[in-house]
């Protein structure tokens, strides 16, 4: 399976996430050495959905990020633009409303959710403005995006360490338990050339949200970023 480049075209990423569907979940639990099931947590606590409120998870994948949300009684909506993780996830998580859509051109109406969030997917979008904009057509005045992203880590030796990591050593764990390691070579290559903390926090704010911050977690490998879609100034959920 040829693997994505760092121009993202669509179709190559869906196909190269279509070919590692079936061992995503595990993959990504060996390479992160478990540190994915705590960054999961970290996001649904800063996401904040309350039973009845509605949320977009976007790049969900098999479900594994839609699955806590759905348990608190929260209206989810795993999309993917993957139809290979689609199929998985509808397999194994029946329940769950698996939605076929792109970043850039979601298919949801205006204001249709009191959150978006994204988990390790914004990088693969083909043009992250594009993606942060459509989050925000779609999220009701006052809501929130929720950004979970590899980052920059802040100390200097770590992310020497961490850079060594990424561009030596995880292709060979992928290639021990991923029958698609190419797709793990891009997955290094994207995370080295995306923005740090601060350049996506710009990147956030330029297309139109407010309140940019965030947080780091495990030591800036990844960074948690919140936004809120300013309020209309006659209401705040007013369309």
């Not at 995503?24 to 409120?53: F, K």
């Not at 994948?61 to 993957?82: I, K, L, Q, R, Y």
């Not at 403005?129 to 980052?151: D, I, K, N, Q």
Request: aromatic letters at 8%; hydrophobic letters at 45%.
């Amino acid at each position: 399976m040829p693997r994505a480049t760092l121009d993202k075209q669509p179709h190559e990423v869906a196909a190269m996430f279509d070919g590692i569907a079936r061992r995503y979940d595990l993959t990504n639990d060996v390479i992160s050495l478990g540190q994915d099931r705590r960054w999961r947590t970290a996001t649904i606590a800063a996401v904040g959905a309350r039973p009845g409120q509605t949320v977009l998870d976007l790049a969900a994948g098999t479900g594994t990020s839609s699955e806590p949300f759905e348990a608190a009684g929260v209206d989810v909506v795993p999309c993917d633009f993957s139809v290979g993780m689609l199929e998985v996830g509808k397999a194994r998580r029946p329940s769950l409303p698996f939605t076929a859509g792109d970043a850039t051109r979601l298919p949801f109406a205006d204001a249709s959710f009191d959150a978006v969030t994204i988990s390790f997917g914004l990088r693969n979008v083909v043009d992250t403005a594009a993606g942060l904009a459509e989050m925000l057509r779609v999220t009701r005045p006052g809501g929130r995006l929720v950004v979970c992203e590899f980052s920059r880590p802040t100390w200097g030796p770590f992310r020497t360490v961490y850079t060594e990591y990424l561009m030596r050593a995880l292709p060979p764990v992928a290639r021990a338990v991923s029958t698609e390691p190419d797709a793990y070579v891009y997955l290094a290559e994207s995370i080295r050339a995306w923005p740090d903390q601060r350049g996506l926090a710009a990147l956030i704010r330029g297309a139109g949200w407010s309140g940019v911050a965030y947080r780091n977690l495990s030591g800036g490998i990844v960074a948690l970023h919140r936004a809120t879609r300013p309020a209309a100034p006659d209401g705040p959920f007013a369309p």
